[in-house]
């Protein structure tokens, strides 16, 4: 079945730094994504999307990379601050649905000061 | 305007007892969206109400679980008979695909934790 997973469940990085977390979904045919951030203690929250028409989105100090080839998709977080600590979830749509979204484990961004 | 809101924002209750755990979606929002999330997990998709009707509930893991909408606004999620593997944290988002075009851009309350003793 369709698989939507992030590579690593933790990523630590020094404050300042620029965070890359990495996702990979198996569905050639997804046709767009979408990564959402949950700060403890709250529902996940949208931060940017992409068509698969594109292989670059920019942010507010993020940017989305798609790798159609590979079938690999990241979220760059420019100059990492404390408020970036949170879980990041990538998603993609399940298969013929306009509504649902097959998510990722989540990757932990954790900054050190 | 305000968010989407849950209530409670924590339940405890023991095995068998049933919960009944209430979404209050932004205003207007047609769409309204129930998932849970095991700890250190994604999101599992529970069930998906359009106004008031529910067109897609397979994501219910059981007959113990319903859910209702009135109103085209707020919606309860009802777990019966509760048990231990019940425990998570329950969240509601809403959207509104006229509004922004995109009905995977969700907003999400801050969810219910539920644990079952």
């Known amino acids: 079945g369709e698989s939507v997973g992030l590579h690593l469940p933790t990523l630590s990085v020094q404050e300042g730094d620029n965070s890359i977390i990495n996702c990979a979904y198996s569905n050639s045919a997804s046709d767009y994504f979408i990564w959402y951030k949950q700060e403890s203690g709250k529902g996940p929250q949208f931060i940017i999307d992409i068509r698969s028409n594109m292989d670059k989105r920019q942010g507010q100090r993020v940017t989305v990379l798609l790798n159609k080839t590979v079938k690999h998709l990241s979220l760059q977080i420019a100059a990492t601050q404390p408020g970036d600590s949170a879980v990041y979830f990538c998603a993609a749509p399940v298969c013929d649905s306009n509504y649902q979204l097959i998510w990722g484990a989540g990757t932990k961004l954790i900054i050190k000061p | ?117």
């Open chain 2, 1 to 117: 305007g305000a968010g989407v809101s849950q209530s409670p924002s924590n339940k405890v209750t023991e095995k068998g007892k049933d919960v009944e755990l209430r979404c209050d979606p932004i205003s207007g929002h047609t769409a309204l969206y129930w998932y849970r999330q095991s700890l250190g997990q994604g999101l599992e998709f529970l069930i998906y109400f359009q106004g008031n009707s529910a067109p897609d509930k397979s994501g219910l893991p059981s007959d113990r679980f319903s859910a209702e909408r009135t109103g085209g606004s707020v919606s309860t999620l009802t777990i019966q008979r509760t048990q231990q593997e019940d425990s998570a944290v329950y969240l509601c988002a809403s959207s509104s695909p006229l509004l922004t075009g995109n009905s995977y851009e969700q907003y999400f309350g801050p969810g219910t934790r539920l644990t079952v003793t």
